[in-house]
Each structure stands twice: as structure tokens, then as C-alpha cells.
């Protein structure tokens, strides 16, 4: 039986790294500085790596700790903290508040200092900070005193310890070694263009090699340390599009590389920083409605002689997306009975009118193999079922309630359903889908349409 597949973080740690003195840094002195909100011009802008002030990865959460001794139980402190953008301050482990922002103006500077009360003994004082979005800087400022404010106990430098993870990440699951896939080897291998025969093809589920989803697209991340600015090379092919992304900024978008005479572009050059480094490639499959989807990359030093981060399932996790598309629309008409409830009926808009075909997509998780899914459902159009790309069946339409038992089994991993359905077809006019999905059995709930499905609208070739 194949290992279970668990959530977990990607959890890196290494030194904190100084971007800026308090009053020299992009975020200006509007409340630093004597007489200002905050006073400490010895604490130091920090981050977990160099560069931060110019951009750093979304969707990752970096941890920012120090301690500090205590004399005496109940000793009171006032913490002074600026951050772009957000953090969680938490204390021994137990959350306190979460603050904003504090550099632009006084009004913004609110409700600091922040009133902290140390245990006897080594207190952990823990900072869950978040950058800007989008690839946008991110820093963390922070001053830790006595409650009078004379004496400081605490303040952000080199010293304070930085732990990286990404938030809601799953492993990357292995589909094929490099040198034993169905992408070939016109160019892996010693003397090829990409020669880390180690690396292993990876994808956000098992049987990828197979089949997975138009709309799924997974990004995948690993995260590494380097002790000085230096440059490395990234090799890296893909079926179909990698979109990469370091410490938050684009760096370029690549297609394929598998074939001979396809391996363009590449290797891929990047700066890395002082500190911990984030890659992200985000993988898009070209073919609807789906095809064998997988990465396979590498990331050595300049000269090739080390190498910092393989594609694996230890060493890669990802992040599911489905499509960029919005959510589906609830109905407030209800149509047939339904034996489901809570299941809603969906549809792209709420005029039910939109475009000639609508795939209305979710995601099951699946820690192992070997769950068969039955789905229960009405659609008032006729519809074609997918699973990972691959057809499981069609609903006639008309209204009519309709089982389906899935010929496939749930892949290890995100699986990804889509249902697919004609506007208009077989009644003019009419458009609408309920669903509940169970195990073959009937006795696990797995899925129930909502708005937290995606609708896609006009997609090609489904």
C-alpha cells in the first residue's frame, strides 16, 4: 500500500539577516526616532534574507524569535514593533494580537506598545510576520523594554533566529526517476543538458504520468540557505509551462525541454541571498481536458559542483490552485428535490446564461490509494465527469438524478473533479448542477457542490 501522504512545512532555519538600521531603511522615520512612537534606533530592520526591503515570496510565513530572561515571575514589558505587513506576536507559544503595519504615519502606529508579562526564568518571544502580497518587501522592526521603558531587553538584529515555512502545503509526490519516465532522455543524463540524474519527476499527485487536469495548477516550492550572496543555476523541464518565481519576483517562464532541441533558455540564472532563499515554479497543463503533467529540477551552484535543491518529495512541496477562475454561483432557484441538503445548486452566474460550456471544478485530497468515488447529481444539462483529466462518464441532463461510480480510484494526493456542461442541452434555456460526492460505499461524505467550487466558462476542447 502506498504511504500515506500527510500536510506538512517545508521548515527551514537560519540567522535572521539586518536589511537596514532603523532610520536609514525604505520605510522612513515618520515614527522612528527620539520623540517618536518608536525610540530604539540601535534595533535593526531584520528578515530571512538579504534583499527583503526589495521583495520577498508570498504565501510564506516567516517566524522571527529571541529570548529573554526573566528574574522574577510577572515581570512586566512593553513591546514596540513596526512590520510590513503583518505578524502574529506570540509568547511561550500562546498567540497575543496581531499588529500591522507602523511605519507610515502616528495613526498608524495603534495599539503598541504592546503590554507583555514574562514567566520566571527563558521566555520565547515569537513573531509570525507575513510580507506584502505579491511578491511586495517585507521587514520586521521590534523593541522589547522594560515597563517603564528605561532598559532594553530585547531588540531586533542578526542575533534573533528566522524559521521560513509555507502555510497549508502538502509534499511533492514522486511520479518517475529522471532517467525512467514517459518524458524520455533525449536530454537527462551524464553529458546532457541536465545531468542530476538524482532529481525525481514530481507532481501534486501520484499517476500524473498518466493523466491530470486542464485546471489544476499546482506551485511547487523548496527553500535553502546560503551564507553570501552568490549565483546558481537552475536546469529545469516540464510538462507543459513553468512559471518561475525567486524570493517573490517573476523570473521567467519556460516550456517543456524533454524533447531534442526543446532544452532553450536554460539553465535559468539566479542571484541568491544571504539567508533563506524561496523557488517557486508554478506549473500550468496545456491540454484539456487534461494530459501526463510533471517537473523535474535542478538547482546547482555556478560552476556545478553543488547542489542546492532537487526536485523530490522531501525537498518540494506544493500548493494547489485550481485555474484562475471564480467561484460558481449558488442558484437561489432550487430546481428538483435533492436528496444531499447541503448540496447547492451551481452554475457560472446566476442568470444561468453564460457561454456554451461550463466546467465546474473541485479538489479532493487523498492521503492514500484506493478510494472510488460515487457521485450523486442533477444536471439540468448534459454533462461530461472528469477525473484528473481523465472521463469518468456523462449525466444526461434533463433534470433527472443520476448516479456514477468513477472506473478510477483517487490518486494519492490533490485529485482534481470537473464536470463539464452544456448550456441549453438537452432543454433550451436551462442550466444548473447539485451534486454530493461519497466513497463507493455511500458512507463518507467527500465533496457537496458550493461556491467554493471554481466555474470556468467557454473552455476549449472539452
Known sequence: ??????????????????????????????????????????????????????????GVRTTISTTVTAAAPGTQTLLHLIVENFADVYLNGA????????????????????????????????????????????????????????????????DWTCSVDVVGSRNSIEVAPALSSIWGTANIGPGKPFNDTQAKWIWAHSGSTVSSS????????????????????????????????????????????????????????????????????????????????GLLASLSSSDGRSVYSRTSSSAWVYSALVSSNPGCIELAWSGKPFPDTQAKWIWSDAGRSSGMRTAMTTILYAQQAGTRVLLNAISLSTANVYLNGILMGSLPGGGN????????????????????????????????????????DGTTLLARTSTDWTCSVNVPSI
Not at 498567540?95 to 503598541?112: A, K, P
Not at 456514477?404 to 452544456?422: E, P, W
Not at 438537452?426 to 451534486?435: I, K, M, N
Open 1 to 58: 500500500m502506498p504511504a500515506a501522504h500527510v500536510a506538512v512545512h517545508l521548515h527551514v532555519v537560519g540567522s535572521c539577516i539586518e536589511l537596514a538600521n532603523a532610520t536609514t531603511s525604505v520605510w522612513g522615520t515618520a515614527n522612528i526616532g527620539p520623540g517618536k512612537p518608536f525610540t530604539d534606533t540601535q534595533a535593526k530592520w531584520i528578515w530571512s534574507h538579504a534583499g527583503a526591503d526589495l521583495g520577498t515570496s508570498s
Open 95 to 158: 498567540f497575543v494580537t496581531r499588529l500591522t503595519g507602523g511605519w507610515r504615519n502616528q495613526q498608524e502606529y495603534t495599539n503598541r506598545p504592546l503590554q507583555l508579562t514574562l514567566a520566571a526564568g527563558t521566555n520565547t518571544l515569537s513573531v509570525a510576520a507575513y510580507g506584502a502580497s505579491y511578491g511586495g518587501r517585507a521587514g520586521l522592526l521590534a523593541s522589547l523594554t522594560s515597563s517603564d521603558s528605561t532598559t532594553v531587553l530585547a531588540r531586533t538584529s542578526s
Open 214 to 293: 486542464y485546471f489544476l495548477r499546482p506551485i511547487f516550492t523548496t527553500m535553502f540557505v546560503v551564507p553570501q550572496d552568490t549565483s546558481a543555476l537552475l536546469s529545469l523541464i516540464v510538462d507543459d509551462r513553468a512559471d518561475i518565481v525567486f524570493n517573490g519576483q517573476m523570473v521567467t517562464a519556460l516550456e517543456w525541454g524533454y524533447l531534442a532541441g526543446q532544452y532553450t533558455n536554460r539553465p535559468v540564472r539566479l542571484n541568491l541571498k544571504r539567508g533563506i532563499n524561496t523557488l517557486s515554479v508554478i506549473v500550468t497543463n496545456y491540454n484539456n481536458p487534461g494530459s501526463p503533467a
Open 401 to 440: 438524478p443520476t448516479s456514477l461510480l468513477f472506473n478510477r480510484t483517487l490518486a494519492v494526493g490533490t485529485n482534481t473533479i470537473s464536470v463539464a456542461a452544456y448550456y441549453g442541452v438537452p432543454t433550451p434555456g436551462q442550466a444548473g448542477f447539485v451534486a454530493s460526492l461519497t466513497s463507493s
